[in-house]
Every structure is written in C-alpha cells, then in structure tokens.
C-alpha cells in the first residue's frame, strides 16, 4: 500500500490480515521484523487515521514508517485495525475502530515507546469480549517492580475509547491515591465513603446539576477481588445515583442514606474486580470530614465486605 494507486476505506481495511482474539502484544515485540508487504505509506495512513496525536509523538519532520498488523471484527458492527509505526527512537502501537458503514470512529495508543519512557514493559491484550487491557510495569531503586493496569472499551456513540478501570502504578507504599479528591465536593452526596484503608468510594461535584463524579477502588485479597471503576454517574431520584456508561456492560446503583451509601451490582461488573465472581454489592459508610489542623485520631478499621458472590 505504497500510495501510488487510489485506495478506498474498504480497500485500507481489507489490506490488514484478520487476527482473532485474544491479542497480545508487548513493547519487546516491536523489535520483529516487518515485511514491505505490510507497509502502508504515511499519506494514506494519514488519510484514513486521522489523528493528530500521532504525528505530534513522532514529529512534524520525522518520517515513520507504518505496517498493517491484524484487523477484528465486532461481528456486522465495528472494526477494528492494529497498526504498528516505528521510527529510529520512537515506537508507537495504535488501535483504530471503524463504524459498519467503514468511516473511522476513534484512535486509542496502546503503547507509545521512545528514549524518554520511564516504565520497565508494557503488555497488551484484547480479549475476546474486546475489553482492551494495558498492563504497565515500572522499576523503582531497590529492584522494586510497581505495576498497573487500564482497561478500555470502545464508546461507539461517543466516538472514543473510554477508561472503566484503572489500577494505577504506585509508588510500592500501598497507599491508595484518590484521582478525584481534588475537585469539589459541596453536593449533597459528594464526599468519600469506604470500610478500610484500599476500599474506597468517592463522589465529587460533577459539571452539570444531577451528576457527579465517580472513583471507586475496592480490594479484597483474601477473596481475590481487587479493581477500579472511574466515570461519572446520574441522579435517577432524591436519594439514587446510577454508573451507566454506554458500551459498557457494568452497571452499578448507589442507593445514599444518613450514614453512607449502599451499591448494588445491576449488570455484571465482576470483571472489574478481577474475576466474574467478585461483586461490588455492600454499604460503606460515609468518612467525616476532618478539618485543617484536627488532630482526630483514626478508629479501627472494620474487615472489607466485598466478596465473591
């Protein structure tokens, strides 16, 4: 596909060969070596992978060279390409979705190496119920290994790549991170709620009235359950608030009362945690603010309640 004859969408797509799931890929596969029968010249690449992103991580006056890997299908609905570009310093590992009529829905990078790259390895995999998962590991002093994982979906209707959940790298001190705590939290409900130090529920001030921001971090090591879930939920009445995103098959209600809230599993959400066994359902109580310079002591903390089902 060097460019010299008029290529169609439906051309570009055909020349990926079909792959079936799962799909796995590291940062140490790039040094394969690629065949021309593969490459796709840059104006075409650009012209059906339009994505500014990409040619700001490689640079305006570089010139990447960018080979067709496999290609899947979401059955008569979306389609999916894998495309590899490499250039002396920089490799980047691309998934693009395409729509049933073949017009480009949305760009997710799944690994983006070059000299500047801090992390140990990065493992992808797409499973067959095309969950996109990205596994990061990273090497602290001492010979400490870190190691985080993001899942993705395609949102279709939004026209992106959507994060359901993340269990972030962190800094081997076992300290969990809230990646909301920062924004506001006057709402009636915005607050934090959990039952130890790593099961954590919080909400803050979403951007539109009957919103709100949502993170959730639960662990359960006894029973092997452990996840993430970050997004957004809805007010569905006075006292309910509902995580729905569109493509995503987990659906979480949280029922507030006084003294904390209650979540229910509405759709499978298992996943997320690990294994389709786990489960979000349980209540939390509601953490109290503790004012600048309060020297309160911590109670003790309760046992988790998430299990498995």
């Keep these: 596909m060097t460019g010299i004859d008029e290529v169609t969408a439906e051309d570009f797509i055909e020349f990926y060969p079909e792959i079936k799931l799962p799909f796995a890929y590291s940062d140490t596969s790039f040094r394969q070596n690629d065949t021309d029968s593969s490459l796709i010249s840059q104006d075409i690449f650009d012209n059906f992978i339009p994505d500014s992103t990409v040619n700001s991580f490689f640079g305006q006056n570089s010139k990447p060279e960018f080979y067709s890997l496999g290609r899947f299908n979401n059955e008569e609905e979306e389609t999916y390409l894998i495309?590899?570009?490499?250039?002396?310093?920089?490799?980047?590992?691309?998934?693009?979705?395409?729509?049933?009529?073949?017009?480009?829905?949305?760009?997710?990078?799944l690994i983006r190496s070059d000299k500047s790259t801090s992390l140990s390895s990065v493992f992808i995999t797409i499973d067959p119920k095309f969950n996109i998962t990205k596994n990061i590991s990273k090497k602290l002093p001492g010979d400490v290994v870190v190691q985080g994982n993001d899942v993705y979906i395609l949102n279709a209707a939004s026209k992106k790549f959507m994060l359901v959940m993340?269990?972030?790298?962190?800094?081997?001190?076992?300290?969990?991170?809230?990646?909301?705590?920062?924004?506001?939290?006057?709402?009636?409900?915005?607050?934090?709620?959990?039952?130890?130090?790593?099961n954590?529920?919080?909400?803050?001030?979403?951007?539109?009235?009957?919103?709100?921001?949502?993170?959730?971090?639960?662990?359960?090591?006894k029973e092997g359950c452990s996840g993430e879930i970050?997004?957004?939920?809805?007010?569905?009445?006075?006292?309910?608030?509902?995580?729905r995103q569109g493509g995503d098959p987990c659906v979480l209600r949280f029922?507030?009362?006084?003294?904390?809230?209650n979540i229910q599993e509405v759709e499978g959400c298992g996943s997320r945690l690990g294994t389709l066994q786990c489960t979000f359902n349980g209540s939390y109580p509601k953490h109290k603010?503790?004012?600048?310079?309060?020297?309160?002591?911590?109670?003790?903390?309760?046992?988790?309640?998430?299990?498995?089902?």
Aim: glycine content about 10%; hydrophobic content about 30%; proline content about 6%.
């Design 200 to 221: 954590l529920i919080s909400f803050r001030d979403g951007q539109r009235e009957g919103r709100m921001h949502l993170f959730v971090h639960l662990n359960n090591e």
């Design 166 to 198: 993340t269990d972030s790298l962190g800094e081997a001190s076992g300290e969990l991170i809230n990646p909301i705590d920062t924004l506001p939290r006057a709402s009636k409900y915005a607050g934090d709620y959990g039952d130890g130090k790593q």
């Design 230 to 243: 970050k997004g957004e939920v809805t007010l569905i009445n006075p006292t309910t608030a509902e995580y």
């Design 83 to 109: 495309t590899k570009g490499i250039t002396k310093d920089k490799k980047l590992l691309l998934l693009s979705a395409y729509d049933k009529e073949k017009k480009f829905i949305a760009n997710l990078p």
């Design 289 to 309: 603010v503790v004012k600048p310079g309060s020297e309160t002591g911590k109670k003790a903390i309760p046992a988790p309640k998430t299990g498995k089902k």
């Design 255 to 261: 029922v507030f009362n006084k003294t904390g809230v």
